[in-house]
């Protein structure tokens, strides 16, 4: 199994910047990709960012320029830089996972966290 732990999520300005965390743990063989979606009131899980070990990185049009995704593979750590943000950007922000840990039957598996919320203020 793989635990997934965010940090970093609040009530912020429009204008402001948030950083939130994701710590992955647990009986880990590999992780493929690392990332965020988030998901606002009434509305479906949208992809925010993601990150695939040393092939790519993917961003939302509407936080392209604003957010920035980064990983530190060594510790299964996955950041979202979020700035300039807007009343829009509220939301709860799950971290996201796919890799192979142990109890998983396939080569991969997708793994989630709890989700921190993300509440900006106009």
């Known amino acids: 199994q793989v635990q997934l732990v965010e940090s970093g999520g609040g009530l912020v300005q429009a204008g402001g910047s948030l950083r939130l965390s994701c710590a992955a743990s647990?009986?880990?063989?590999?992780?493929?990709?690392m990332g965020w979606y988030r998901q606002a009131p009434g509305k479906q899980r949208e992809l925010v960012a993601t990150?695939?070990?040393?092939?790519?990185?993917d961003y939302a049009d509407s936080v392209k320029g604003r957010f920035t995704i980064s990983r530190d593979n060594a510790k299964n750590t996955v950041y979202l830089q979020l700035n300039s943000l807007s009343p829009e950007d509220t939301a709860v922000y799950y971290c996201?996972?796919?890799?192979?840990?142990?109890?998983?039957?396939?080569?991969?598996?997708?793994?989630w966290g709890q989700g921190t919320q993300v509440t900006v203020s106009s």
């Open positions: 990150e695939s070990t040393g092939v790519r990185t």
């Open positions: 647990g009986s880990i063989f590999s992780i493929n990709t």
């Open positions: 996201f996972a796919q890799g192979w840990a142990r109890g998983c039957p396939r080569p991969s598996c997708d793994y």
